[in-house]
């Protein structure tokens, strides 16, 4: 049984930084590809940031790219967000979510495990 804990969220002024992280238990991720996704109210969830566990290739949303990095401790089995320069527009539930195989994607469906998600809020 895959589990997924998001920890970290809260609320930051604009410019601030947070770091989210993600611990996930239940298997062995290096096969694995782990995910940030978010969703604002009345908004479809959106793609943030992808990394392989194997290998550490990531991938950002132009949205984040030059602000968010996304990273993974091995001897942790977590998924870290560094958020940095944040807008209030980065305001949203983040949620972390894993991809059983090797390939980057970002769209919600290709995920096989979600985490409950962790609020971040961006004052102006």
């Known amino acids: 049984q895959v589990q997924l804990v998001e920890s970290g969220g809260g609320l930051v002024q604009a410019g601030g930084s947070l770091r989210l992280s993600c611990a996930a238990s239940?298997?062995?991720?290096?096969?694995?590809?782990m995910g940030w996704f978010r969703q604002a109210p009345g908004k479809e969830r959106e793609f943030v940031a992808a990394?392989?566990?194997?290998?550490?290739?990531?991938y950002y949303a132009d949205s984040v790219k030059g602000r968010f990095t996304i990273s993974r401790d091995n001897a942790k089995n977590t998924v870290y967000l560094q958020m940095n320069s944040l807008k209030p527009e980065d305001t949203a539930v983040y949620y972390c979510a894993a991809r059983i195989g090797p390939t980057i994607v970002i769209t919600t469906k290709e995920y096989d495990y979600w985490g409950q998600g962790t609020q971040v809020a961006v004052s102006s």
């Open positions: 990394i392989r566990w194997s290998g550490g290739n990531s």
């Open positions: 239940g298997r062995t991720f290096s096969s694995y590809v």
